[in-house]
């Protein structure tokens, strides 16, 4: 039984009316982007339905890359036989079996383009309903709403059969809903907040404040490296490393402690929305969860939002923390955001940061540090990378981090 193609649906991109069009074409363009390294398979598309056709290359790994592409709803391998009852008979048995559960419904659905052929789709469809009820117990055919559709095509080269199975990500292809600016710091939320937004649609660029020397190169190399985990759903995803050391050692000196939060956090807001607006983003995107620690009060998002009137995206405002993990684990980011490299964060962490920062006060604090100078020089340092899961940037930067320890 060979696989030689898989048959993707859009889902909810179907119901995108006008738009459709370029929904579709934007994710043409980010499938054949992430199979481009498999020679053989080429990949074509009308509005109801994009094929990847394997000509010979595995279908394996091509199923699992298709998994991580946002706008596929659900996908099918295609199995190709010999044009003989028999032959189908066996394919369709086996690909029930790996569909199976007990009282479970289904159906074949024949279609024939080659009318020479022996039988017609009426009794293909009953030579092949007997063959599975025959070989498998607790199974029966149904005509609406089978638990499975199996879809048999009788063409000149063979048939075709498919069953309706593997669940994609769902969501909108990334770009087709703008770009936003991603604050990316090392923890366990900012990434799972970027995954979200790009099922969203979105592009995503990484923003990443470190405070060297008292952020360790591995704090840095973290923040890179979820940056690569989450490039797996976006082909490459843009870094930007922001320095920060002078912003947090003034406002150490010249704001009081419990307020020093605060400020640090509208520092890095307006910091990032300015290279949003130099990069053409619309909207930033973070971490935060309502109530999780003192910065995520809604008197410190009043406070520290009041700094622009750029959308500030909060996907996980209202998601528990077990439930984040829960994803971070799924998309593979957990294991790395547990290690413990300090951030610029919690090393200039006040003791007692205020957790209902009065605006009036904050904005009196904050004349006391050079609030414009600070932010030229830091965007003068700003560095500026491309980070994907197999670009040799990634693998020199593996390189030398391994020569760091
Ligand atoms: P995370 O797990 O994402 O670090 P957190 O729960 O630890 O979030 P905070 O440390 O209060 O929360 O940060 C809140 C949000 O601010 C983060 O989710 C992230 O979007 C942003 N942020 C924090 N530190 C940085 C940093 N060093 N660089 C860029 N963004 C940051
Ligand atoms: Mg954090």
Redesign the pocket.
Known sequence: MEITELMIRYGELSTKGKNKKIFIKKLNKNVTKKLKKYDQVKVSYNRDRMHVKLHGENAEPIISELNDIFGIQSFSPIVRVEKSVEEAEKAVIELIRKNYTPGMSFKINTRRSDHSFEYDTNDINRMLGTAVEDAMADIHVQMKNPTVTVRVEVRNRGIFISVDTIQGQGGLPVGSSGKGM??????????V?GYLSMKRGMEIEA????SPPYTSPQALKK?KDLTAKLSRFAGEIIFIEVP?TEIQEQIKKEVPDEYSMTIT?RM?MRL?DEIRRKRNGLAI?????LG??A??TLESMLAINAVTSTPVLRPLISTDKNDIIDIAKQIDTYEL?VQPFE????IFAPTRPKTKPKLQKVEDFEKAIDVNGLMDRALEGMKIEKIGIETDENKEREKNFADLL
């Not at 991603?182 to 990434?191: F, N, Q, R």
């Not at 923003?207 to 470190?210: A, K, L, Y």
């Open positions: 991603l604050m990316l710091s090392g923890g366990i939320d900012s990434p907040a923003v990443h404040f470190h923040a920060f956090r890095m990032t995107v973070n971490g935060e969860s999780q620690v910065s995520q955001a951030d610029c964060c919690t």
